[in-house]
């Protein structure tokens, strides 16, 4: 009988958690404790960061299957920095108005066309398979500088925010260290490259604000 009476409280506490939770919720779905939205102009793009409000709301079905590849390990390289979406979004914030950060969408233009983070800036990871095309890259959107001798100069580089379709995902691997003159192999600071490893399937899963052709 008291062994009835534990379970009958401890579901009854249980509930009361879940309405309260709810109650709190029903106000609006947070991106953080208290913060329903963030106004943002990064890269010229100005737009108004949130969750979808819409009770009920549902993942876009360009990520709604999960047969996809194997999962892309956490630590993608020594010193390489995993984000989640709070330090993802951090790192958004500052770049509008700090010019030694990126936020850079490394899938190919399609993908990007279709569905992307806004403010995001595509630099394909195919570029990094030539290398006078990884160069032209780094040199227009990461900060580094070709000397006249060819080699690279890596003191003003950018710390890059990198993202791709999910964490199945081998696009942004590919560019920091799989790609054949990948950033890591070229001598890009590791320290420099942070992660976002949810990418597109976190990002849309959680409802946050999107822009693209498959919206």
Same mark, same amino acid.
């Given at each position: 009988?008291?062994?009835?009476?534990?379970?009958?409280?401890?579901?009854?506490?249980?509930?009361?958690?879940?309405?309260?939770?709810? /109650?709190?919720?029903?106000? %609006?779905?947070?991106?953080?404790?208290?913060?329903?939205? =963030? @106004? &943002?102009?990064?890269?010229?793009?100005?737009?108004?960061?949130?969750?979808?409000?819409?009770?009920?709301?549902?993942?876009?079905?360009?990520?709604?299957?999960?047969?996809?590849?194997?999962?892309?390990?956490?630590?993608?390289?020594?010193?390489?920095?995993?984000?989640?979406?709070?330090?993802?979004?951090?790192?958004?914030?500052?770049?509008?108005?700090?010019?030694?950060?990126?936020?850079?969408?490394?899938?190919?233009?399609?993908?990007?066309?279709?569905?992307?983070?806004?403010? /995001?800036?595509?630099?394909? %990871?195919?570029?990094?398979?030539?290398?006078?095309?990884? =160069? @032209? &890259?780094?040199?227009?959107?990461?900060?580094?500088?070709?000397?006249?001798?060819?080699?690279?100069?890596?003191?003003?580089?950018?710390?890059?925010?990198?993202?791709?379709?999910?964490?199945?995902?081998?696009?942004?691997?590919?560019?920091?260290?799989?790609?054949?003159?990948?950033?890591?192999?070229?001598?890009?600071?590791?320290?420099?490259?942070?992660?976002?490893?949810?990418?597109?399937?976190?990002?849309?899963?959680?409802?946050?604000?999107?822009?693209?052709?498959?919206?």
């Amino acid at each position: 009988m008291m062994m009835l009476k534990k379970v009958a409280i401890a579901t009854l506490v249980s509930s009361l958690c879940i309405s309260s939770s709810l /109650a709190e919720g029903a106000k %609006f779905v947070p991106i953080s404790k208290g913060v329903k939205s =963030i @106004e &943002m102009n990064l890269n010229g793009e100005k737009f108004t960061l949130m969750r979808n409000q819409t009770q009920g709301n549902k993942i876009t079905d360009l990520y709604v299957t999960t047969d996809r590849g194997a999962p892309q390990p956490m630590i993608l390289a020594p010193g390489v920095e995993t984000v989640g979406e709070l330090e993802f979004i951090e790192l958004m914030k500052k770049a509008q108005t700090d010019k030694t950060i990126a936020v850079i969408d490394s899938r190919e233009p399609g993908w990007y066309v279709r569905l992307r983070i806004p403010g /995001a800036v595509n630099v394909p %990871f195919s570029n990094f398979n030539e290398k006078d095309t990884a =160069i @032209e &890259m780094m040199e227009d959107e990461m900060g580094v500088v070709q000397k006249s001798d060819g080699t690279l100069d890596f003191s003003n580089a950018k710390t890059l925010a990198l993202y791709c379709n999910g964490y199945w995902c081998g696009q942004t691997p590919g560019m920091v260290k799989n790609a054949k003159f990948a950033l890591l192999k070229m001598g890009y600071p590791a320290e420099k490259i942070k992660y976002y490893r949810g990418g597109m399937q976190a990002w849309t899963s959680l409802g946050f604000t999107v822009v693209g052709d498959g919206k």
